[in-house]
């Protein structure tokens, strides 16, 4: 039955004594071999308990405990399955299994496959490994089962060393010369360096990390940092992921609580999987240390109950608290007092993964840690000290001071990594032209390429992480894996599985407890596993087209590696993509290029007079006291005359009034939409996953094609009164997309200035405008498209969805008649031209403003993209907007137009490119993916816009 329907069950492990409720509990013998310690838990997923009375461990096959799941047993099932609707219950499942059966019949008939001898196979694969025995008793995934000749099953005479599995590979009838020259990079091995501390731990200390990580000396990144913390710095460290960065705050903490039990340590993550994962690795370390057992560690965040004594335990007893910025945000600071005895004795805060913080996302955060420190400083605590690490950020020093509020001087960088790495393989993997004689025609499907050559590494015995830009290409991946696999190693289907975000919490730890203890040999995974998240060792990373920017590449990339492995980082190109192919031409331009500057961006007003309102509420503003955490003292008065109320006579600012009732609760932090819908699968009446609401409409619409774990799943209603979408499984082998458009119109001027001069244009001035912008996007249909070849198989219209408005700010410039003269004169198109010209511009924008990603990589500031099939005929204009927030960003460009205009036509002329590359027209970003574009368009536009303007400066 699980082989046939695995949604209509669930299969574990559990501890026989966690079932029962004492009363049968004498009659179990443990010395007894007929009384088998475990038992094999058939749980349904249609029927879930509303009382529950107990909890079960689920267990590995260890007989470790691996999670807890409540007790769902028919003498738990609630009240409202009684007896009368036992058989309606029974009744549903035996039809639900029946449609299965026809359905499992009919695909192995469409293969020509035997039924009965598929439905053994996959039987053996249904049940989890029982607790206390061996995987191969059960899993014998180094033996052959399938006489194809194309059998990928494991190959025990495989060689260990990648680039001898790169050479092995060559000769792979597949092999069509993807690897071009200087497509691979090889970076050597690098033997540890080991430092002292000025100070040596105790030896009580020294034990439990050597106990706990086979740890029995310090690199000397680690000893540096630790050295500079202890000496009273801040400190940042930008070494390689996987070189111990969590140890640099770990010791100091522990070692202060050795001396002091009042000592308390807040640690921020930006997720909750991150937070769960640093505490294991703490508790791993506390685990054997017997002399601080007095420490408690505990999880402060949106999951801990509201209501209860919990908050108030960890208020009063917790010395660490593993926390992120929404909760200091939200609870910590508002409530104060109840935090006051807490924050008076906190010595360190650690923000991890720094990168993370960029956009309004990392404004806020940046605001919320100065109000963090000045809070400390109200209390009388002055002596916190802040640690922040980084794999990828390109400025430290820069990026911790702006984030922090603290003084350079302050503040020690450790960028110097003394962690030993294995040799790092960097490839480049082109597919090749489907004709070589007619280039014309494209190249073959990445996706084809990708799944061979994931395939071609789990079967040597290659623990792969594979990562796709967005959620349906991670599904689409994984499905067609393990299609492929199905037909040659069937062993291997259920060694690879999907992560991404939309996947409840339990899955998704799951699947993270599954690849960390080697059940699984791939995860497939969106930028969701780009975080330091424990998986275990990796192999290899497979990057299915080049992430949206270049930081988003280095941390994909030092996923695999960890604990000295050598390994391989492969970027499979996308042949339709010019950004792709760019690198592929040019290797050198992605190994040796600068990860960008991100960095939080402070003058959003908008944000600045959130925030603000949040810390007068907290403790009314003093101009000469506060000004060391919210600016300079000229800035800081206007800010707070503009946006909060004075009182003369203590001198002294309050929050506004429709702010004096916990403000923290009206200021989102976090641009992410909160608001989900359920799908339901109508086969179990089970929600198999959460979607945001601005997902929607280009995901759940009648018809549609949804994906979960490599599995299709058919549209078949939708309901917008009770925000969820029913769907079917289906076992098609196409995709849909939808078919949208993007208009992008100005709708309110707020201020205008003059781009050229007026004195000597008289008779063609030019102005930008800065205003409000409506983006309205409609979804007027959908396609169904081959997954492998990304061609449509049929287009369906007809989709009746209101058009989604957002209200953004931004600027124009309408281009001049004389461009589109002289566009249409060369027979340029006048839409390419203005599009590849935006792109110029928006690339020049960092030099002009602190430009942070959005989630995902992408920029926050935007144009309005052109696709090239596409008619519609839109105004000749060069608009950019904020992606999110009320314009601070493209505000302080809109005072640079003319110089951008300038420098954006200098350098499209200068770049040696022919047709475009990322180095003038592209964009990582560019949602149309950079097919309509015509470089010499471009150069028209801004040459002919940017004659005779002048430099408008600031004012």
Avoid at 74 to 102: C, H, K, W, Y
Avoid at 217 to 231: D, G, K, M, R
Avoid at 907 to 914: A, L, Q
Avoid at 934 to 944: D, E, R, S
Wanted: aromatic letters at 8%.
């Amino acid at each position: 039955m699980r082989a046939i329907s695995p949604n209509l069950m669930v299969l574990y492990w559990a501890e026989r004594m966690d079932l029962q409720d004492g009363t049968v509990r004498d009659m179990i013998d443990p010395e007894d071999p007929q009384h088998q310690r475990h038992a094999l838990v058939i749980e349904f997923r249609d029927a879930r308990p509303i009382q529950v009375k107990g909890k079960k461990r689920m267990l590995d096959r260890n007989g470790q405990t691996t999670g807890w799941r409540e007790l769902s047993l028919a003498d738990q099932i609630g009240p409202s399955i009684g007896t009368a609707s036992i058989p309606v219950l029974v009744e549903r499942r035996n039809r639900n299994f029946r449609e299965f059966m026809i359905n499992f019949v009919a695909a192995a008939a469409a293969k020509s496959e035997d039924p009965i001898e598929k439905l053994r196979e996959l039987a053996l694969q249904a049940v989890p490994v029982q607790p206390g025995k061996l995987w191969a008793e059960t899993e014998p995934t180094g033996t052959a089962t399938s006489t194809n000749e194309e059998s990928l099953e494991a190959d025990l005479d495989r060689p260990t060393d990648l680039i001898d599995l790169l050479e092995a590979l060559k000769q792979d009838p597949s092999y069509r010369g993807q690897i071009g020259e200087h497509a691979l990079r090889v970076d050597e091995a690098r033997v540890p360096a080991h430092g002292k501390l000025d100070q040596p731990l105790s030896d009580n200390l020294t034990n439990a990390i050597k106990g706990s990580s086979g740890i029995e000396e310090l690199y000397t990144h680690q000893a540096q940092a630790i050295n500079a913390l202890e000496s009273g710095y801040n400190v940042i460290v930008s070494t390689s992921t996987s070189s111990g960065k969590s140890l640099i705050y770990q010791l100091p903490v522990l070692r202060a609580l050795e001396t002091d039990s009042q000592v308390r340590a807040m640690f921020i993550f930006p997720t909750k999987a991150l937070a769960q994962d640093q505490k294991r690795a703490l508790t791993s370390i506390l685990s054997h240390s017997t002399h601080l057992s007095h420490v408690h560690v505990d999880t402060y965040d949106g999951d801990t109950p509201l209501h209860g004594t919990t908050r108030d335990y960890i208020r009063q007893n917790a010395s660490i608290i593993f926390t992120n910025p929404d909760m200091v945000h939200l609870s910590i600071l508002p409530g104060y007092k109840q935090w006051k005895t807490w924050l008076e004795k906190l010595r360190f805060v650690i923000v991890d993964e720094l990168h993370y913080y960029s956009g309004a996302f990392g404004s806020h955060c940046a605001m919320i840690m100065r109000r963090l420190r000045r809070m400390c400083h109200l209390l009388g605590n002055d002596q916190v000290a802040f640690v922040s690490c980084s794999a990828t950020v390109a400025n430290p020093a820069e990026n911790m001071s702006n984030f922090f509020g603290l003084p350079a001087s302050a503040i020690r960088v450790v960028d110097v990594d003394g962690a030993p790495t294995g040799r790092k393989l960097h490839l480049i993997w082109n597919p090749p032209l489907k004709d070589p004689k007619r280039p014309s025609q494209g190249r073959c499907s990445s996706l084809e390429d990708a799944v061979r050559l994931v395939s071609y590494l789990m079967d040597r015995g290659v623990r792969t992480i594979c990562f796709a830009k967005v959620r349906q290409m991670c599904e689409i991946l994984t499905k067609e894996m393990q299609t492929f696999l199905r037909e040659r190693a069937p062993s291997l289907v259920p060694k690879v599985m999907s992560y991404r975000g939309g996947y409840t919490p339990e899955d998704r730890r799951e699947i993270e407890r599954k690849m960390f203890r080697g059940d699984l040999l791939c995860i497939v995974a969106t930028n969701a596993l780009e975080l330091g998240v424990d998986i275990g060792s990796l192999d290899a990373v497979i990057h299915l087209g080049f992430p949206f920017n270049l930081a988003s590449y280095r941390q994909q990339s030092g996923r695999a590696g960890r604990r000295e492995r050598d390994s391989i980082s492969i970027l499979v190109a996308e042949g339709d993509n010019p950004l792709d192919q760019f690198y592929a031409g040019a290797p050198h331009e992605l190994y040796d290029a600068t990860v960008e500057t991100v960095g939080v961006e402070l003058s959003n007003e908008l944000i600045t007079d959130a925030q603000l309102q949040c810390a007068a509420y907290e403790w009314p503003i003093d101009l000469e006291r506060d000004s060391p955490y919210f600016g300079d003292w000229e800035s800081l008065e206007g800010l707070c005359t503009r946006y909060l109320r004075y009182d003369p006579t203590w001198k002294i600012y309050f929050a506004q009034a429709k702010y004096t009732s916990h403000p923290s609760r009206q200021i989102a932090i976090r641009s992410i939409d909160e608001d989900f819908w359920r799908i339901i699968d109508v086969t179990t009446h089970r929600d198999i996953e959460q979607l945001e609401a601005f997902r929607v409409p280009f995901t759940l619409y009648e018809g549609s094609i949804f994906l979960h774990q490599g599995n299709s799943y058919h549209v078949v209603e939708v309901n917008s009164d009770q925000k969820c979408a029913k769907v079917r499984p289906t076992l098609v082998e196409y995709i849909t997309r939808p078919r949208d458009y993007t208009d992008v119109d100005p709708v309110k001027t707020v201020e205008t200035r003059t781009l050229r001069d007026p004195a000597r244009f008289t008779e063609s001035p030019l102005f930008v405008y800065y205003g409000e912008i409506k983006v309205t996007t409609i979804v007027f249909g959908y396609f169904k498209v081959n997954p492998r070849t990304k061609q449509r198989i049929a287009a369906v219209e007809g989709i009746e969805n209101p058009p989604i408005i957002k209200h953004r700010f931004g600027f124009w410039v309408n281009i001049p008649d004389a461009a589109i003269s002289t566009l249409r004169s060369f027979n340029l198109n006048v839409e390419y031209s203005i599009h590849a010209a935006s792109h110029a511009l928006i690339s020049l924008v960092p030099s002009y403003v602190t430009m942070p990603t959005a989630g995902g990589g992408q920029t926050d500031i935007r144009t309005e993209c052109k696709h090239p099939s596409a008619t519609r005929k839109r105004p000749p204009r060069i608009i950019v907007y904020d992606g999110a927030g009320k314009g601070s960003l493209t505000y302080k460009a809109f005072k640079h137009v003319g110089e951008l205009l300038t420098r954006a036509a200098q350098v499209v002329e200068n770049c040696p490119c022919e047709t475009g590359c990322p180095g003038c027209i592209h964009r990582a970003s560019c949602t149309e993916h950079n097919e309509a574009l015509t470089k010499a368009g471009a150069l028209v536009v801004l040459k002919v816009t940017s004659a005779g303007v002048q430099n408008m400066g600031e004012e």
